[in-house]
Nanobody, 120 residues
Framework: QVHFVESGGGVVQPGESLTLSCEAS????????MGWYRQPPGKERELVAT???????DYSTSVKGRFTISGDNPKTAVVLQMNSLKPEDTALYYC??????????????WGRGAQVTIAS
């Protein structure tokens, strides 16, 4: 079982910035991947950005160069800095954790989601 503590999100104007934070806790072993996925209104959930515990990152092409994901070592936590926000970034942003428990069980868990709205 993974417990999430999430913060961030809100309403901003185009061109402004927001930060999302997510910390996962529980009986988790080292070696994980965390990140965010988003679900725009009426659309499927899609990748935003991920980072591994080793610091390897991956971004969707739509956010590359504008968003930065970073780890908050030594905590199992990540931060997503979102700059130059556009109306099409409006979505419910979900924190995601994939890893292994101390009992060697696979974990694939989602946070409750944070609303990000970009409006003029």
């Amino acid at each position: 079982q993974v417990h999430f503590v999430e913060s961030g999100g809100g309403v901003v104007q185009p061109g402004e910035s927001l930060t999302l934070s997510c910390e996962a806790s529980g009986n988790i072993k080292g070696g994980w991947t965390m990140g965010w996925y988003r679900q725009p209104p009426g659309k499927e959930r899609e990748l935003v950005a991920t980072i591994t515990s080793d610091g390897l990152t991956d971004y969707s092409t739509s956010v590359k160069g504008r968003f930065t994901i970073s780890g908050d070592n030594p905590k199992t936590a990540v931060v997503l800095q979102m700059n130059s926000l556009k109306p099409e970034d409006t979505a419910l942003y979900y924190c995601h954790f994939r890893g292994t428990s101390v009992w060697d069980m696979s974990i694939d868990a989602w946070g409750r989601g944070a609303q990000v709205t970009i409006a003029s």
